[in-house]
């Protein structure tokens, strides 16, 4: 290999694009299309980078399976990067592969990370981390050490066990720190701060306080009776009673717990679960027939009695029932939960991380879009959607993926 592809390799390493692309900007053989391609990449012109690095893959010769796959997975990490969930993700494991054949084991590591990365993303946390426990990090260079490091963090936060999730960055502070690169230094710093930012708003009878992602698992492991909203579940310790389909008795649930020790007026539960406005002998009948739903859903964590303005619910263990809130609330909260990471989604991307369909993703986004909460760049396929970082957004609480025992 020449010395101005090495040069240019070694500039893209230590996070000089621009130095790079001096180089080889007016080059097109196979490695200098791919060292363009990764430089546009970084430099945010994610469409053209995937045109250079498929052209890349094409010109390198069948004997050049190596840089084959390292093409193969700089274009994956793009799609990544640009949400594009639907990539082929076989093609990311065969390079990979290939990459741990021939011995390049930082590469093939990195082609873990991201597996890995989009594992995360789309919630699927329990697969995330049998592969993380395939990886041993303390062969690699920094700059793939951070990202690794990064991808413990994301799982030890969705899984709320925030003391590891502190530890891991900052391992990775300090592996960023040796790469030198400026954007992975800011990729950690803004992963760290995520964990002092209020996370949930804790109702009880004393009022109402904003929790950060410490004191929410402090509160999931203690003895309090929890209607935890983010998750539309009741939970006390280890138990848990998922109410994620039966959204009118979760509601119901919700009033019980904000008014406990206290009794909810049947007026209240009628309008917060049923809209009524102005109750007839046909809603209260309803009311009834779902409290006694609801009773039976909970009976193993509390009690749920009638009284003469109401109902009131009554933990089965010593301890207060409480609400876990998003600290605000808005209508298709997780939508925005996904856009809140600054990046452009597409909808089918949002579909395949929210597991539910185009169709009821879009009428989401149509929603916020009109509300000015999202706004659309591009049209037919190459629409994206986008908004804003907003500060103190409940993002973690309401991705996909389980939380602790769920």
């Known amino acids: 290999m020449d010395s101005l592809i090495v040069a240019a390799a070694q500039a893209l390493a230590a996070g000089d694009v621009l130095g790079a692309l001096k180089r080889v900007a007016l080059r097109d053989d196979a490695p200098a299309l791919a060292l363009r391609g990764i430089a546009m990449a970084q430099l945010g012109d994610l469409a053209r ?72 993303l789309i919630g699927h946390l329990d697969e995330a981390e049998r592969l993380l426990a395939r990886l041993d990090p303390s062969p690699l260079p920094p700059a793939v050490r951070a990202s690794h490091e990064l991808a413990v963090a994301g799982i030890a936060i969705r899984r709320l066990r925030i003391e590891p999730a502190r530890a891991a960055l900052t391992r990775a502070a300090e592996a960023a720190q040796k790469a030198g690169i400026p954007a992975l230094i800011v990729e950690v710093q803004d992963a760290a701060r995520l964990l002092d930012e209020p996370a949930a708003r804790l109702v009880a009878k004393e009022g109402e306080r904003p929790l950060s992602l410490d004191e929410v698992e402090a509160l999931l ?17 280890g138990d848990i009673i998922s109410l994620v389909s039966r959204p009118v008795l979760f509601a119901l649930a919700r009033v019980l717990a904000e008014a406990a020790p206290a009794d909810a007026p049947r007026a209240l539960l009628l309008s917060r679960a049923f809209g009524a406005r102005h109750a007839d002998e046909s809603h209260r009948a309803r009311l009834r027939v779902e409290v006694g739903r609801l009773r039976a859903a909970l009976e193993p964590l509390a009690e749920i009695s009638a009284t003469a303005e109401g109902f009131v619910l ?93």
């Open 49 to 120: 980078a995937k045109t250079l690095l498929k052209s890349a893959a094409r010109a390198f010769g069948p004997r050049e399976a190596v840089a084959r796959a390292r093409c193969v997975v700089a274009e994956a990490e793009i799609a990544l990067v640009s949400r594009d969930l639907g990539w082929p993700e076989k093609a990311l494991e065969t390079a990979r592969a290939a990459l741990e054949k021939h011995g390049d084991r930082i590469n093939a590591a990195h082609a873990r990370n991201l597996q890995i990365r989009r594992l995360l």
């Open 314 to 406: 009554t933990p089965r263990l010593p301890g207060d029932a409480v609400v876990l809130a998003p600290p605000v609330e808005v209508e298709h909260a997780s939508v925005l939960a996904l856009l809140s990471d600054g990046e452009a989604w597409s909808s089918s991307a949002l579909s395949i991380a929210l597991s539910t369909s185009p169709r009821t993703v879009q009428r989401a986004l149509d929603a916020l879009a009109t509300a000015g909460m999202v706004q659309s760049v591009g049209n037919g396929r190459a629409c994206r959607w986008m908004m804003p970082p907003v500060v103190g957004f409940p993002t973690t609480l309401l991705l996909p993926g389980p939380l602790p025992s769920d």
């Open 221 to 237: 492991a203690s003895d309090a009776f929890v209607v935890d909203a983010c998750r539309n579940v009741v939970r006390r310790a």
